[in-house]
Nanobody, 115 residues
Framework: QVQLVESGGGLVQPGGSLRLSCAAS????????MGWYRQAPGKQRELVAV???????NYADAVKGRFTISRDIAKNTVYLQMNSLKPEDSAVYHC?????????WGQGTQVTVSS
């Protein structure tokens, strides 16, 4: 069983920063892609950022220039650095890993951007 554990969420003021971590129970090279999704109350889940096993990066238009996805292979961990946070970034953020057609999900971490 693959386990993904997110951490780093919390309450932050608009314009602030947070770094989310996703720790995997095995080498992240074993996944085709890893990414971050978010879901706010009453809204559909949306893709925020993705990194492939080869290191290619993609971002949602809403976060380009503000968020950065990265990885530490030795620590089996993927990160999401979030800068210049806005209230509309508030959501539960979930880590996702794809192995061919099989998907794995973490339990999520809450991010709240508010004064």
């Amino acid at each position: 069983q693959v386990q993904l554990v997110e951490s780093g969420g919390g309450l932050v003021q608009p314009g602030g920063s947070l770094r989310l971590s996703c720790a995997a129970s095995r080498s992240i090279f074993s996944f085709n892609t890893m990414g971050w999704y978010r879901q706010a109350p009453g809204k559909q889940r949306e893709l925020v950022a993705v990194i492939t096993s080869g290191g290619s990066l993609n971002y949602a238009d809403a976060v380009k220039g503000r968020f950065t996805i990265s990885r530490d292979i030795a620590k089996n961990t993927v990160y999401l650095q979030m800068n210049s946070l806005k209230p509309e970034d508030s959501a539960v953020y979930h880590c996702n890993a794809l192995e061919y057609s099989k998907a794995y999900w973490g339990q999520g971490t809450q991010v709240t951007v508010s004064s």
